[in-house]
């Protein structure tokens, strides 16, 4: 069995964002390697009371490094760059554990899993270059712009910080020493996006293969296995009869989620019979304001911030998921949409353009939001006078669901663990019969 130590900083079960992302990387890869993982710490009771119950958890060891409360609320606070300081040391920390543990341990394989930003791609690297180990990064999240013409909205600060990411991004993608010396030392570099993959391309000459950091569960209450290895998922709602056409909307109400985009996009579909179910936290009241403006007040309904279990039944209740945001990664919410049989309407970029085609959804290129929101109408029209069809893409997500389970992805990272292994010894055999270096 394989022998791969992982560094990621954050890391939980039962939690969403890049802690729960982490926790589902190491419990599917723990079913095919032995981990030797490196994470903060904030969450070490929680991992310590899960591990001994799974299977697979004899594979998984656990090493902590935690930080104080004080750098963990910079950490949850979004935007502030005084993280990134703290963040270093604690992958540099972090570097000298590998270090030890690579002493003590035959590793086979350094993997550098989350955070999934490229700014900062830890040490792991420099570990490979001195102890002869394939390095692998990633899932990374590497957009290089956020699209400015979808600003509106949003207030002059934020339009100017924004602008002014756009421009340090780029830079730190074509010049940051340790972000191309962690990418060129990598045997392999998977892209959280085609997004992700164009910047690699653009910016470093590297071709990464794409593997979105979020996958789709696979629940046992919900699916049955067969003999024949299909899996049969609970049985989708008849939703025909229905007059009124549900759409559902997700997310925090900001300017990066794009909900004023959504309820433009529903009064121009000038269908009287559709609502659109408003879930999320933040201010609503510009936005009711807005829908009032647009004449479609009667056409909302606003959920506020409610639990997830109720976001499953509307999810189950709805007959498509409109999902309007314009800078995300893999969104976790998209996934579930699938994993409920509910067709999803999108932007074509980021983590759910990738998860998204056309067997279970429509998507829409960025452009300008006046011309979006009359490609999305157009769409949602379509959907809403083809019953057929939304059926038909519903019934697709079966298999959606499984093509893009985190099963799936990880046998995927463990193929590549296995290819780039075979492809260091080569290597390595090469350089002691011709007394050259080759990595």
């Known amino acids: 069995m394989l022998k791969v130590l992982i560094n990621a900083y954050a890391c939980s079960p039962g939690m969403g964002s890049e802690p729960g992302m982490a926790w589902n990387w190491v419990v599917n890869l723990a079913k095919f390697c032995e981990l030797y993982i490196i994470t903060e710490g904030e969450f070490r009771e929680k991992i310590e009371a899960v591990v001994p119950t799974l299977e697979q958890g004899g594979n998984m060891h656990f090493y902590y490094n935690p930080v104080s409360d004080e750098i963990r609320k910079m950490c949850w606070n979004q935007g502030d760059w005084r993280f990134y300081k703290y963040y270093r040391q604690w992958q540099w920390k972090t570097y000298h554990m590998a270090k030890d543990i690579c002493g003590k341990e035959r590793i086979d394989v350094l993997h550098q899993l989350n955070m999934i930003g490229f700014r900062e791609p830890g040490y792991l690297w420099k570990l490979s270059k001195e102890n002869q180990v394939p390095f692998v990064w990633g899932p990374v999240d590497a957009k290089d712009k956020f699209p400015?013409?979808?600003?509106?909205?949003?207030?002059?600060?934020?339009?100017?910080?924004?602008?002014?990411?756009?421009?340090?991004?780029?830079?730190?993608?074509?010049?940051?020493?340790?972000?191309?010396?962690?990418?060129?030392?990598?045997?392999?570099?998977?892209?959280?996006?085609?997004?992700?993959?164009?910047?690699?391309?653009?910016?470093?000459?590297?071709?990464?293969?794409?593997?979105?950091?979020?996958?789709?569960?696979?629940?046992?209450?919900?699916?049955?296995?067969?003999?024949?290895?299909?899996?049969?998922?609970?049985?989708?709602?008849?939703?025909?009869?229905?007059?009124?056409?549900?759409?559902?909307?997700?997310?925090?109400?900001?300017?990066?989620?794009?909900?004023?985009?959504a309820l433009k996009s529903i009064a121009e579909s000038n269908k009287f019979n559709m609502r659109l179910h408003i879930v999320g936290s933040g201010n609503a009241v510009p936005?009711?304001?807005?829908?009032?403006?647009?004449?479609?007040?009667?056409?909302?309904?606003?959920?506020?911030?409610?639990?997830?279990?109720?976001?499953?039944?509307?999810?189950?209740?709805?007959?498509?998921?409109?999902?309007?945001?314009?800078?995300?990664?893999?969104?976790?919410?998209?996934?579930?949409?699938?994993?409920?049989?509910?067709?999803?309407?999108c932007f074509d970029t980021c983590g759910q353009g990738d998860s998204v085609n056309d067997s279970v959804g429509r998507k829409i290129a960025l452009s300008h939001p006046s011309q979006s929101a009359h490609d999305f109408a157009r769409i949602l029209n379509e959907l809403e006078s083809n019953r057929a069809l939304l059926k038909h893409l519903s019934e697709n997500c079966k298999q959606r669901q499984m093509e893009l389970s985190w099963e799936v992805k990880a046998r995927k990272v463990v193929e590549e663990y296995e290819r780039i292994i075979g492809k260091w010894l080569v290597l390595m055999l090469v350089r002691e019969s011709t007394g050259k270096i080759y990595i």
């Open 287 to 345: 936005y009711q304001k807005l829908a009032s403006e647009l004449g479609i007040e009667n056409q909302c309904v606003w959920h506020g911030a409610v639990s997830h279990e109720e976001v499953q039944t509307l999810m189950q209740e709805s007959d498509v998921f409109f999902f309007t945001s314009v800078a995300e990664g893999t969104p976790h919410v998209v996934l579930e949409s699938i994993g409920n049989h509910l067709p999803v309407v």
């Open 148 to 261: 400015v013409a979808y600003l509106d909205g949003a207030s002059m600060k934020t339009k100017l910080f924004m602008r002014l990411k756009n421009f340090l991004t780029g830079i730190q993608l074509r010049y940051s020493g340790r972000v191309r010396a962690a990418a060129h030392q990598a045997s392999v570099i998977f892209s959280a996006s085609s997004n992700s993959q164009r910047s690699f391309k653009k910016y470093m000459g590297i071709d990464s293969p794409l593997l979105n950091e979020t996958g789709c569960y696979i629940e046992e209450s919900s699916l049955t296995s067969k003999t024949d290895g299909e899996i049969e998922n609970r049985p989708i709602k008849d939703k025909s009869s229905k007059e009124t056409f549900d759409v559902l909307w997700v997310g925090k109400m900001d300017f990066r989620k794009q909900l004023a985009l």
